[in-house]
């Protein structure tokens, strides 16, 4: 009999509901946007609409691969657990848990599994060499509110359905759907805010889809944005325009370190106009509500925690921050109240060159250097989660061949892919059908509070759940017998235990055990997610409501938590109780950003681009996601082209390698600057369709020795090229 589920699709972080309808055989025969989702409600786009055919894709590996050496064999998953034992005691008998590195790629943010076993694996794992895409991303913002706020996730996003004026910079949300802030059906929300009046005003050195449907759209060069920010602060204290919401420190040194970079200094540098710097500037002092958004454009560059500092520093200049219509926090639902703790980044630094921790994690631009380098701590056994640094990663193409390295590789993932061929061991997780879904991380950076939980909408029929992987992997690391619900006892145990201890919890004082009986939910996942629902802000425990897994499953559609509030002194996690407007570590970078004040640009630089039908490397295996307009082209001004006189295709040669690429001229991107999408190169073995439109990775040209200093986040953007005809 054919069924209908309600799920949210995981594929982008807009967390749009999708109304699914299956076969009897569990086939996907339709997929539509689910109008009764009170945050998408109704939206999907072509990723979403394709989600059975992703979930279906005869490439999907359905059972384990071991690597012998006649070539890749199917096992059973008693077999390959027993082949990941013995790599991981090997290595670590002979090198200690210093030789093991784990790597976790993006889409960790968007499955149970990853937001609930991935902390535990990497504590299990013992080691610090831990990467993700992270610092391929975020990471500055992450630094940037961890030094301002106190908290690393204590992100503020543009109130986007009331703001009167938006500022963005760095993003393309027509072609990427929005990051750092979830909010399905963006171009839809970005309209009605023109609509109502207000004003959109997009920074971007191409003219992209967002960018044409903006009031103004403004050229930066790339890798400039903390020139061009640094300006419009300098204008609004040169003008008396600073009206701070708050009591914040540092209003002195921001002024003083501001004075360095007057508009007619970073117009040269970031090739915008003074006048423009100036009147950015004006226009976002004067709005009645005003927020600055800047995403990866801005993070993935040489200065991209000063850049995502500085967007904060005027949301706060200006009294947006935390106000209706600026930059406010959300709240979402399986947030719990820590204690305070200062933040720190570069509590310690990588091996071999230095590059500091953020988050607990080191910069994957420096995953080869530890794996090619010899010494005590040499990473031998890297597992890859989720994950496709040789196409994602800088110099990805170092990185293939430091992976053949490796004395042991294991790798969990739906693919035979670029990165996974390296593995000795793949373990494949499930359909996504067969997953439950709930945001942890996405929901937290949410244009509106919700919350809406999918319950798997097919049985496992005898193959692990992604999280019984990944609490097996565990499991096996600490050398402990059990499983992934012995796992959850333990972790549900610890949470409980704390929550019992903790003054204002709600449930100070009661006993663990009783507490225990009352949560709900089919596998250790769902209970654990119970547990963080009633502990939340609109739990049944905190005394902040009556929500709990089973209010969730009563909801298949989502619940509205309602609108972004003010609520700055329940996320500010600073010692002192302020926002630290001027932390002495984004001062000192201030130094390395005015040196560069002077700087002679490169003729060309290289930036990224998206495609609203590709995301990442992971979606080129899907007949209708690629082909088209879908492709692997070099953007180019078409005053550059004739002037290098390129012809159909052109070599781009960078410090670290070349590529050769069809050539597509438009007068779209500035001149200087070319654009290459990421995620293509394909040369895995495992994905069929994909090999058809393979492209070329432009993570072969990128540097893996430039990056973010304060974050050690990778530079993608503003990559000094060369380019040449081909001959
Ligand atoms: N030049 C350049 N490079 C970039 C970027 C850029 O803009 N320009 N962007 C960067 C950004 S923002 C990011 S986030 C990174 C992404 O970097 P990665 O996360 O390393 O790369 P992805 O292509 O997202 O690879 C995802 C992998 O997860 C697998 N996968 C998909 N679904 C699941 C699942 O449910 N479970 C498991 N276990 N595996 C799954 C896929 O098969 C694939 O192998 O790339 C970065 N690299
Ligand atoms: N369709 C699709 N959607 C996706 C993804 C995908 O690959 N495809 N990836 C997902 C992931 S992992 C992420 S992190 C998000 C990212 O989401 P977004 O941040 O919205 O990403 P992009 O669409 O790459 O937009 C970045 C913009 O920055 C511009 N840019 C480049 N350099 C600079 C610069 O120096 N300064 C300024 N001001 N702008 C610059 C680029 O031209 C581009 O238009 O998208 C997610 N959604
Ligand atoms: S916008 Fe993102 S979440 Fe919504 S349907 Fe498309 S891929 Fe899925
Ligand atoms: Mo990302």
Request: with cysteine; hydrophobic share 40%; charged share 20%.
């Amino acid at each position: 009999m054919a069924s209908t589920v309600h799920r949210t699709c995981p594929l982008c972080e807009a967390v749009c509901g999708l109304t699914l309808t299956l076969d009897d055989a569990g086939h996907v025969t339709g997929v539509r946007g689910d109008r009764d989702d009170p945050f998408s409600k109704g939206f999907i786009c072509p990723k979403g609409a394709s989600l059975g055919r992703l979930d279906e894709d005869p490439d999907r590996l359905r059972e384990p691969l071991l690597k012998e050496r006649a070539g890749w064999r199917a096992a059973s998953w008693e077999e390959a657990f027993a082949a990941v034992r013995r790599g991981l005691d090997e290595v670590t008998a002979r090198h200690g848990r210093g030789a093991v590195g784990v790597y976790l790629g993006n889409p960790n943010a968007h499955t149970m599994a990853g937001a609930l076993y991935a902390t535990p694996l990497i504590k299990a794992l013992g080691t610090r060499n831990v990467f993700s895409a992270s610092t391929a991303d975020q990471m500055p913002k992450h630094v940037a509110s961890g030094l301002m706020f106190g908290h690393p996730l204590a992100v503020a996003v543009p109130d986007l359905d009331r703001t009167d004026h938006l500022l963005m910079l760095g993003a393309n949300p027509l072609e990427s759907n929005g990051s750092l802030c979830t909010a399905p059906d963006f171009p839809g929300r970005l309209k009605a805010l023109r609509r109502r009046g207000g004003r959109l005003v997009v920074v971007d050195p191409r003219r992209t889809r967002t960018a044409a449907l903006a009031d103004e759209h403004v050229f930066v060069r790339p890798g400039t944005d903390a020139y061009l920010l640094f300006g419009m602060v300098h204008t609004l204290f040169a003008e008396d325009l600073v009206t701070p919401s708050h009591e914040v420190n540092g209003l002195d040194e921001v002024r003083e370190a501001a004075k360095q970079f007057p508009p007619e200094a970073v117009a040269r540098r970031a090739g915008v106009p003074a006048d423009v710097v100036v009147r950015l500037a004006r226009e976002l002092a004067a709005a009645r509500t005003a927020a600055v958004y800047g995403r990866i454009g801005t993070c993935t560059a040489e200065f991209g925690t000063l850049a995502q500092w500085l967007v904060d520093v005027l949301n706060v200049l200006t009294g947006n921050l935390d106000r209706p219509g600026g930059a406010m926090f959300p709240k979402p639902a399986t947030e719990f109240a820590a204690g305070r703790r200062t933040y720190a980044v570069g509590r310690w630094r990588s091996r071999v060159r230095g590059l500091p921790e953020a988050n607990g994690e080191l910069p994957v631009a420096t995953l080869a250097d530890e794996i090619e380098t010899p010494g005590e701590g040499q990473v031998r056994f890297l597992l890859t989660v989720a994950g496709n640094p040789v196409l994602s990663a800088p110099n990805g193409a170092r990185l293939d061949g430091a992976l053949g390295r490796l004395d042991f590789m294991v790798s969990v993932d739906p693919y035979l892919n670029e990165t996974t061929r390296h593995a000795d061991v793949i373990l494949p997780p499930p359909r996504v059908l067969q997953s439950g879904h709930f945001d942890f991380a996405l929901l937290g950076f949410a244009v509106r509070n919700y919350a809406r939980y999918s319950p798997p909408a097919l049985p496992l029929a005898g193959r692990p759940s992604e999280s019984q992987i990944l609490a097996g992997l565990a499991m096996l690391a600490s050398g402990l017998e059990g499983d992934a619900d012995d796992l959850d006892e333990f972790v549900i145990g610890q949470l409980l235990d704390k929550a019992v201890r903790t003054p204002g919890s709600g449930v100070e004082g009661r006993d663990p055990g009783e507490l225990r009986v009352e949560l709900e939910g089919a596998t250790g996942g769902e209970r654990r997610l119970d547990l963080m629902l009633r502990l939340g802000p609109y739990g049944s425990w905190s005394g902040g409501g009556d929500l709990t897994l089973r209010t969730l499953l009563d909801h298949p559609h989502g619940l509205d938590l309602g609108p972004l509030e003010p609520r700055l002194p329940e996320v500010l996690r600073t010692a002192s109780g302020r926002v630290e407007l001027a932390p002495p570590r984004l001062l000192d970078d201030v130094e390395r950003l005015r040196a560069g004040l002077e700087a002679e640009p490169p003729e060309m630089v290289l930036i990224g681009r998206r495609h609203l039908r590709s995301n990442n490397s992971w979606m080129h295996n899907v007949g209708p996601l690629v082909g088209g307009g879908n492709r692997c082209t070099l953007q180019i001004n078409p005053a550059d082209a004739a002037r290098l006189g390129l012809g159909g295709e052109a070599v781009v040669r960078s410090a670290k390698g070349q590529v050769t690429v069809p050539v597509e001229p438009t007068d779209a991107i500035m001149p200087g600057v070319v654009s290459l999408p990421h995620g293509w190169g394909h040369a895995g073995g495992g994905q069929r369709v994909a090999a058809a439109h393979a492209g070329v990775s432009v993570n072969d040209l990128t540097d893996e020795t430039t990056v973010d200093v304060p974050s050690g986040n990778a530079v993608f953007n503003g990559v000094p090229v060369t380019i040449s005809p081909t001959v």
